[in-house]
T-cell receptor
């Protein structure tokens, strides 16, 4: 069975500082990994995805994530936080490209301080 | 950009009543899903639907739940006899067969009183 662990349910960063959100997964097969963002009262928006191509994946809004098989990690980073990055971020894993369920982590809520 | 549309955005219902949540997936997508998120908890998979039948369902998706694609555009989730613990945000999603990552709708917040 797959599982996802997001370390830290809440992260507070200053505007302009590095954002680092941690995600570790377990999967019995090569995984497909995703990061989603949820703004208040909105749905889940895909930030980026890893599908066994390049290990460093660039997404929208300046975010990127690096797949490290040896560490079973897929941490999300953004070099410089913006106030608009305040949201909840979810890491998810699937063992198929499509047509299979996503298993989500518990989410990390990001607060950006001015 | 194509969207997954969910209606209503918020539904309040009495315990024991039936509710139907509506979703219009993206038109060329072939896989459809329902997920739910109880307040403060993880997003959980309920069911996936492909080729007019359920392809996978979770243990949450018991006999009180059903899904249907009544026409070429809608995808519905029915909860037959709602319980207080069914209160959650319900997300519909769709994906193309050879794509990676779903498109989620903005959700229906179901409140059972």
């Amino acid at each position: 069975a797959q599982s996802v662990t997001q370390l830290g349910s809440h992260v507070s960063v200053s505007e302009g500082a590095l954002v680092l959100l941690r995600c570790n997964y377990s999967s019995s097969v090569p995984p497909y990994l995703f990061w989603y963002v949820q703004y208040p009262n909105q749905g889940l928006q895909l930030l980026l995805k890893y599908t066994s191509a390049a290990t460093l994946v660039k997404g929208i809004n300046g975010f990127e994530a690096e797949f490290k098989k040896s560490e079973t990690s897929f941490h999300l980073t953004k070099p410089s936080a913006h106030m608009s990055d305040a949201a909840e971020y979810f890491c998810a894993v699937s063992d198929k490209a499509a047509g299979n369920k996503l298993t989500f982590g518990g989410g990390t809520r990001v607060l950006v301080k001015p | 950009e194509p969207e997954v549309t969910q209606t209503p955005s918020h539904q309040v219902t009495q315990m024991g009543q039936e509710v139907i949540l509506h979703c219009v997936p993206i038109s060329n997508h072939l896989y459809f899903y329902w997920y739910r998120q109880i307040l403060g908890q993880k997003v959980e998979f309920l069911v996936s639907f492909y080729n007019n039948e359920i392809s996978e369902k979770s243990e949450i998706f018991d006999d009180q739940f059903s899904v249907e694609r009544p026409d070429g555009s809608n995808f519905t989730l029915k909860i037959r006899s709602t319980k207080l613990e069914d209160s959650a945000m319900y997300f519909c999603a769709s994906s193309v067969l050879d794509s990676y990552g779903y498109t989620f709708g903005s959700g229906t917040r179901l409140t059972v009183v």
